[in-house]
């Protein structure tokens, strides 16, 4: 499949959508990510209009849209355990009694975070680690009832994913092993969160599912397949991994049971920057198992998979299911970084059933866009239509919404909010996930940690 569009540039996409609101055409073949799924929807050329500037200075959205301002950091839990976490990344919704809706969110806390989640008894891995998840329940108005910790003493808790068991699986973005940085214990895992009970998952690492710098994960409805992302730092990049486990679809714990961690390989394509065609399939992706997945001695991207090597990716993030397929973001490729070429941003597919790879989307490149440019990162379907992107690059942040005919536009951006006058900077967005009854979309801003819960006229 090929494409005749042109990327658009940042430069671009402000002086055609003023104040941010109008359609933003990209390249890429975007029936594919909705087909067979409920986002299956276009919402025509303007997406929801013009962006609306806030009074309140916090967040610009669509006319007609409103947002509830949740949570922020250093404001005290409801729970009483202590402040806020700093560092709000990845999040899901989950469906409640009596219309409720249960929130589990990241914190990226390093070891040198700004506001730790608060150790809690029964739910703490590590003293020493400063990342984790709290817990919102929320009314039917999006009130907020609670808030609570719902896992501590874990590190870098970037991303991660829902499973079809209604649990949330949060992701160490990391593989600092006990001794650094003062950790206790080995870093680098997954945990599932109970978002309604945390004390039935407590703070177990599911080993089998590997240690290395976790981004996202997502799960296969029907066979209980585990997809996961990793966002390594340096050479030789991340890899994207499939986990077979022992009890699929086995429910709350049944992760724990074990299984095997396999990374993909595609034959003759080593990098996967390399592909810059949108539409460019790849038949006989291989599966090959991880000679060590606790990565004792050698982090899992450095081992030796045989004849054939492995293919690696930079910036491998978000990962959603979608239809039949797993989708999974890499956000740019830089060639001076010792990727084989660049790009702002690549979204793939991987058809199981028929073991076939394909780019659908490709973001730039373009030497008027100041890197990373339009990174895409978190993603997630919209229930009332099209995708939702959470940016990850210089400037002003954004959501962007991408309909199903390749319209992109802008659906919030967030108001500057460290930095200067001269020197302005804002924090990025993460976490985008919709409320199970697809009327409110949830989104956070990174730093100052703040969540939001946006209403208006979804279209369906």
């Known amino acids: 499949m090929s494409i005749s569009s042109r990327p658009a540039t940042r430069r671009q996409v402000l002086a055609r959508s003023g104040a941010l609101g109008a359609g933003i055409a990209f390249t890429g073949a975007l029936s594919e990510l909705f087909a067979g799924t409920a986002a ?15 009074p309140d200075g916090l967040l610009d959205l669509p006319r007609g849209f409103r947002y509830r301002v949740l949570s922020r950091e250093g404001d005290p839990l409801r729970s009483g355990e202590g402040p806020v976490p700093s560092n709000h990344d990845g999040m899901s919704a989950f469906p409640g009694r009596h219309g409720r809706v249960h929130l589990v969110r990241n914190h990226e806390n390093r070891a040198d975070g700004r506001v730790p989640v608060p150790t809690v ?16 329940t929320l009314d039917h108005r999006n009130h907020v009832r609670d808030e609570r910790v719902a896992i501590a003493g874990t590190a870098v808790n970037c991303a991660g994913g829902p499973t079809p068991w209604h649990t949330w699986l949060t992701c160490e973005e990391t593989e600092d092993k006990a001794g650094t940085n003062g950790y206790t214990k080995d870093h680098g895992f997954i945990f599932e969160v109970d978002p309604v009970d945390p004390h039935r998952t407590g703070a177990v690492p599911l080993t089998a599912m590997g240690r290395f710098q976790h981004e996202a994960i997502a799960v296969d409805p029907r066979r209980g397949v585990v997809y996961e992302t990793e966002d390594a730092f ?42 810059q065609e949108t539409g460019a399939s790849f038949d006989g992706v291989e599966w090959v198992d991880v000679p060590d997945p606790l990565a004792a001695e050698t982090p899992i991207r450095f081992q030796d998979f045989g004849r054939g090597g492995i293919t690696h990716a930079q910036k491998l993030e978000g990962c959603y299911w979608g239809g039949r397929s797993v989708y999974f973001v890499s956000s ?15 979204i793939w597919r991987y058809d199981p059933e028929r073991r076939r790879l394909t780019l659908v989307i490709v973001f730039g490149p373009d030497t008027d866009v100041r890197l990373p440019g339009e990174s895409p990162d978190n993603i997630c379907l919209a229930p009332s239509g099209g995708l939702m992107v959470c940016e990850d690059g210089n400037g002003a942040q954004h959501v962007y919404g991408v309909t199903r005919r390749g319209e992109v536009y802008a659906m919030a951006r967030g108001a500057q909010n460290i930095g200067t006058e001269e020197e302005p900077e804002w924090g990025e967005f993460a976490g985008v996930t919709f409320s199970p009854d697809g009327d409110t979309m949830y989104v956070n801003c990174y730093t100052p940690g703040t969540t939001f819960a946006v209403t208006g006229p979804w279209r369906g």
């Open 234 to 275: 340096e050479r030789p990049f991340g890899l994207f991994y499939r986990f077979l486990p022992e009890k699929p679809l086995g429910g709350t714990g049944s992760l724990r049971a074990g299984g095997r961690l396999q990374a993909m390989r595609v034959p003759g394509v080593p990098d996967l920057s390399s592909i």
């Open 40 to 54: 299956a929807q276009s919402l025509g050329h303007a997406g929801y209009g013009p962006l609306v500037p806030d």
């Open 332 to 346: 740019f490729a830089r060639s001076a970084e010792g990727s084989a070429a660049d790009h702002y941003g690549q």
């Open 121 to 136: 008894k029964g739910l703490t891995y590590d003293p020493e680690g400063k990342g984790g998840c709290t817990a919102l």
